[in-house]
């Protein structure tokens, strides 16, 4: 398949998940709110359908990447760091809670911006502007839900007192906080703009202003899925397929075909959540699904982190070139 028929395929996708959100949000406010079952049942389905697949396939990506730049590949060796760095981030949320909320918050916001901004520049601009971009997603999908933000961060912090006061304070703020953000990420843009230019579709830009209104209006679990599963999710997968399939790997022949090869991984992740949810209960803490739904999702980040951003700046057009603004 051509790497044009493709990029259509992705765009339709997040098209259709941007019209289930309006749909979700249409039966919202003409029939009911949307019960918390509907509401878990769409969370997982997203998750499993492409949240974790599209971090299931990093083992390829790295062996693809190590080809490319003529470095030996060991299958062991990689798995074993990610194992190894799971394992470690897993302890620091069972001792640490409030400090791993805190990497998980901005290893997020870098990763979320790095994926949406994927064609900037390697500048330093582009990088703050990545940083930012990625800080006003999650302002907007925790600050417009802050009673369940609140119910969740709780939970996962134990009610710890340092994040008690800093939680009131970021409510008591949190016009200030989101306006702030907002000016911030625009002018850092619009300067990086004018110094390195970044073409982007009106088409996709009018996609990812509709999923980000509706994670506003959405409830909290809705909204976090169709952003991170409907769009964050499908951007990675394009970005990885386009990449796998320049170097002609047998896994990207098509999308559905790169798909099911991150079954394997997703069944294993799914192994994984079973057994984190065992260590949450048996470490004493409170047995409930979204805590410990959001930090497998962490744990799982901070690996997969560091494959795609090899991935995007060792294959960008740029990176070449030198990182000053």
Same mark, same amino acid.
């Given at each position: ?159 710890? %007192? ?7 304070? &970021? +409510?008591? $703020?949190?016009? @200030?906080?989101?306006?702030? #953000? ?120 901070? %690996? ?7 991935? &995007? +700046?060792? $294959?960008?057009? @740029?990176?070449?070139?030198? #990182?000053?603004?």
């Amino acid at each position: 398949m051509t790497i044009i028929g493709s990029n259509r395929i992705f765009t339709r996708i997040t098209w259709i998940n941007a019209l289930i959100g309006i749909g979700m949000l249409a039966y919202q406010h003409l029939v009911s709110p949307l019960p918390m079952r509907f509401q878990l049942l769409y969370f997982l389905i997203m998750t499993a359908a492409t949240g974790i697949p599209h971090g299931a396939l990093d083992h390829i990506i790295a062996k693809a990447n190590s080809e490319k730049q003529k470095e030996t590949f060991s299958i062991q060796r990689f798995l074993g760091k990610y194992v190894l760095a799971i394992l470690f981030y897993t302890a620091c949320w069972i001792f640490f809670p409030s400090i791993s909320l805190l990497i998980f918050l901005i290893i997020s916001a870098w990763h979320f911006g790095e994926i949406d901004l994927s064609e900037a520049g390697n500048q330093l601009t582009w990088n703050m502007s990545r940083l930012l971009w990625g800080s006003m997603v999650l302002v907007i999908i925790l600050l417009t839900h802050q009673q369940d933000t609140e119910v969740v961060v709780m939970r996962i912090t134990k009610s710890s %007192p340092y994040v008690v006061s800093i939680w009131n304070w &970021i +409510k008591e $703020n949190s016009s @200030t906080i989101m306006l702030t #953000t907002g000016l911030s990420t625009f002018v850092t843009m619009l300067y990086a703009n004018s110094k390195h230019k970044l073409s982007i579709s009106l088409s996709v830009l009018a996609n990812l202003i509709i999923i980000m209104s509706l994670c506003a209006l959405l409830p909290l679990l809705p909204a976090f899925a169709l952003y991170f599963s409907g769009w964050h999710a499908i951007r990675s997968f394009e970005l990885i397929f386009r990449f796998l399939n320049k170097q002609k790997q047998t896994e990207a022949e098509a999308p559905l075909t790169m798909w099911k090869h991150s079954l394997p991984m997703t069944f294993l992740a799914a192994i994984g959540f079973v057994f984190l949810a065992y260590i949450w209960n048996a470490a004493g803490l409170k047995t409930d699904p979204l805590p410990a739904m959001f930090i497998f999702l962490s744990i799982i980040t901070l %690996p997969h982190l560091d494959v795609m951003d090899q991935l &995007i +700046k060792k $294959n960008h057009p @740029t990176a070449s070139n030198n #990182t000053k603004a």
